[in-house]
C-alpha cells in the first residue's frame, strides 16, 4: 500500500532500555520528520533529514538517534528511554517542490510508554 | 522564527461557515502558510497552504492579507465530522529545522 506507515503503533518500555520506532513511505519523498506530541501540546521537532544520509536536529533531539541509510526509511531511536520520552511519536514526509513549508504527508503514530 | 498564535477553541454549529485565524507577525520573505487538521489518534493532515492573497481548494481557502502577518483558515458549511484541532504553520524548507507547529486550534461543531 502507498503511503506513510510506522511500527510498531504502540510500545511500552522500561526506564534506560533501547527503543527503536520505524517510519516507511513509498513516495520516495527527499524530506522526512520526526515529531513528538504531548498530550494537549501542539507537535514538536526531533529531528529532520533532507535526503538520505542527511539528517538535522529539531528543536528537541536530545536523548534521540536517527539514521536514513535509504530514502524511503527512517527510524528514530532512544537510546536510553526516560519517563519524559512517553508520547506520541509522528513521522512525516514531503517533497519539497510539491509543499513548500511544511510536511506533506504524516503516519498514524506510535504511543510510546516509558514506565 | 515566525511564531504563530492561534485561538485555544472555538465553538460553531453545523452548516455554518467558520473562520479561524493565525496571527504571524515575523514572517519572513520565503514563508509558506500551511493548514492542518487533526483528529483524535491520528497524525495532522495537511488542509491547504498559500503565499499570498486567496487559495481555494475542495475543502476550504485561505485568505492571507498584504502584509502577510495573518492568514485565514475558512472552512463552508462545516459538519460533526469538522471537530478537530486546526494547526497554522508559517514555515519555508530552506529552514527545516524551523518547521514547528503551534499549539492549535480546537475546533467543536455542535448539531
Known amino acids: 500500500d502507498a503511503g506513510i506507515t510506522q511500527s510498531p503503533r504502540y510500545k511500552i518500555t522500561e526506564t534506560g532500555r533501547q527503543v527503536t520506532l520505524m517510519c516507511h513511505q513509498t513516495?520516495?519523498?527527499?524530506?522526512m520528520f520526526w515529531y513528538r506530541q504531548d498530550l494537549g501540546h501542539g507537535l514538536r521537532l526531533i529531528y529532520y533529514?533532507?535526503?538520505?544520509?542527511?539528517?538535522d536536529k529539531g528543536e528537541v533531539s536530545d536523548g534521540y538517534v536517527v539514521s536514513r541509510s535509504k530514502t524511503e526509511n527512517f527510524p528514530l531511536t532512544l537510546e536510553s528511554a526516560t519517563r519524559s520520552q512517553t508520547s506520541v511519536y509522528f513521522c512525516?514526509?514531503?517533497?519539497?517542490?510539491?509543499?513548500?513549508?511544511?510536511?506533506?504527508?504524516f503516519g498514524p503514530g506510535t504511543r510510546l510508554t516509558v514506565l | 522564527l515566525a511564531k504563530t498564535t492561534q485561538p485555544i477553541s472555538m465553538d460553531s454549529y453545523e452548516g455554518q461557515e467558520v473562520n479561524i485565524t493565525c496571527s504571524h507577525n515575523?514572517?519572513?520573505?520565503?514563508?509558506?502558510i500551511t493548514w492542518y487538521q487533526q483528529f483524535p489518534s491520528q497524525g495532522p493532515r495537511f488542509i491547504i497552504q498559500?503565499?499570498?492573497t486567496k487559495v481555494t481548494n475542495e475543502v476550504a481557502s485561505l485568505f492571507i492579507p498584504a502584509d502577510r502577518k495573518s492568514s485565514t483558515l475558512s472552512l463552508p458549511r462545516v459538519s460533526l465530522s469538522d471537530t478537530a484541532v486546526y494547526y497554522c504553520?508559517?514555515?519555508?524548507?530552506?529552514?527545516?529545522?524551523?518547521?514547528?507547529f503551534g499549539s492549535g486550534t480546537r475546533l467543536s461543531i455542535r448539531p
Open positions: 515575523n514572517i519572513a520573505t520565503n514563508d509558506y
Open positions: 512525516a514526509s514531503s517533497e519539497p517542490t510539491g509543499l513548500a513549508g511544511g510536511p506533506g504527508f
Open positions: 533529514s533532507a535526503a538520505a544520509d542527511i539528517t
Open positions: 513516495w520516495s519523498h527527499s524530506y
Open positions: 504553520l508559517v514555515a519555508t524548507y530552506s529552514s527545516a529545522s524551523k518547521i514547528i
Open positions: 498559500g503565499y499570498k
